[in-house]
């Protein structure tokens, strides 16, 4: 482990303030949005991050018409090795608002609780987040108390930026092409929609764009969408009686008739999946209410949504004269299903991970991540930690250690790739 610390020991890390700068950048995307990017403002950091790698040295980094960003380290080993890429997204998310981000460094951490100073009733405490016991003494980040911070996923960006520099500044690491992409709209489930595989030109890939340090993971949810709308029947409402067939109390019934103590996001966890409504919307002739359906097991999401369609005719068999729709889409896949027939992706990361002196945590992620579609995509790619926490919300934090082991980390890894290749 000596010989290990000695490469950083020296290292003036840039992620910190890389970092403090790419959150007060709004860069917000919008679900109900059809363009690509879903939202303009996401190029304002694409275009900073492919000029400021560029200025390091990065020679063909550069933004294109969608927001990606596309970059080459050129190898420097006369081995082949596979083609590595590093990614991270660009976009904050649309729960809780990315605009006028004001982040604070609190040096030192001593364990109490944190009131966030823009409202006062934003308070970070140990016992609401356990994980800060470990960055007792160390510096963390947080929001000022009216945003999030952005940490998901901008400290993976400001990781891989990072990465690129040490890299640049130290050419005696040995290590194939490596290729870094930063997505927009990861957080409205489009992060890549408008990828360009072929240009990218990468074997495998790692996300960025997980929690604690150690963790490192191969594993999604599968997800598909489902949407029931429901036709009744219009009629003045002064003269509407056994006529008027309200489509807006019938959706509100189907919500209602879910269970209340299973099947749920706030009563599941590990390896349940669940059901989910998100959006309701419509008028008295026509509405809809929307889920999202998630399980680890793919096959089981057929089940959640015959169960679904079960409760929603039980409803529409009450009201006969109106009718239902009931639509699935697919959204994303367990990246298991991909990475399994590709073990040594993952053994490679448990390695860089040991030696940047982590255990490894795996877990699955209760979600998604651009992994995930980038596995079925061709791409194999698992996920590695950033350090974000508290995510999409207002007490959103991270700490800075965690942000420069994941920096190490990347750097152990392309080394494993070249020493192993």
């Known amino acids: 482990m000596g010989k290990i610390a000695l490469m950083f020991e020296s290292y003036k890390f840039t992620v910190v303030e890389k970092f403090l700068r790419y959150v007060t950048i709004d860069t917000q995307s919008n679900p109900e949005s059809v363009t690509h990017p879903s939202t303009e403002k996401q190029k304002t950091l694409s275009k900073l991050l492919a000029k400021e790698l560029f200025d390091m040295g990065v020679l063909d980094a550069h933004a294109d018409e969608y927001g990606y960003v596309y970059a080459t380290i050129p190898s420097n080993t006369n081995k082949d090795v596979p083609v590595i890429c590093f990614c991270s997204h660009v976009d904050t998310a649309p729960d809780c608002s990315g605009t006028n981000v004001q982040p604070i460094l ?100 790692y996300t960025l764009d997980g929690g604690e340090a150690g963790t490192l993971e191969d594993e999604t949810f599968s997800a598909d969408g489902v949407t029931i709308t429901v036709n009744g029947v219009i009629a003045h409402p002064g003269y509407g009686k056994d006529k008027l067939v309200n489509a807006i109390k019938i959706v509100g019934e189907i919500a209602a008739a879910l269970p209340l103590n299973e099947w749920s996001p706030e009563t599941t966890d590990k390896r349940e999946g669940f059901v989910h409504p998100v959006q309701m919307e419509g008028i008295a002739e026509k509405a809809s209410i929307s889920f999202i359906i998630r399980d680890f097991e793919t096959a089981k999401l057929v089940e959640h949504e015959e169960k679904l369609k079960y409760i929603a005719e039980n409803v529409l068999a009450k009201h006969p004269k109106a009718t239902m729709t009931f639509e699935v889409k697919e959204q994303y896949r367990n990246m298991k299903e991909v990475l399994q027939h590709h073990p040594h992706i993952t053994h490679y990361a448990e390695e860089a991970y040991n030696r940047a002196g982590l255990s490894v945590v795996k877990e699955p992620i209760r979600g998604g991540t651009d992994g995930s579609r980038l596995s079925f995509m061709g791409l194999p790619c698992p996920n590695i930690f950033s350090g974000m926490q508290a995510i999409h919300s207002k007490h959103e934090w991270i700490g800075v250690k965690d942000m420069k082991k994941a920096v190490e980390v990347l750097v152990h890894l392309v080394q494993v790739w070249e020493e192993r290749s």
Do not use: C, R, W
Not at 135 to 141: A, E, K, L, M, T
Not at 169 to 190: C, N, R, S
């Open 106 to 205: 609190h040096n030192e951490f001593d364990g109490s609780n944190i009131v966030l100073p823009l409202e006062n009733s934003q308070i970070i405490s140990v016992e609401q987040y356990p994980y800060l016991k470990e960055h007792i003494g160390f510096d963390i980040i947080t929001a000022s108390g009216d945003t999030l911070l952005g940490a998901d996923d901008k400290s993976g960006v400001a990781e891989i930026m990072d990465m690129a520099n040490y890299l640049v500044l130290h050419p005696e690491i040995k290590h194939g092409t490596i290729k870094i992409l930063f997505t927009p709209d990861e957080e409205v489930g489009a992060g890549t929609a408008k990828l360009n595989l072929e240009k990218l030109g990468a074997s495998v890939a």
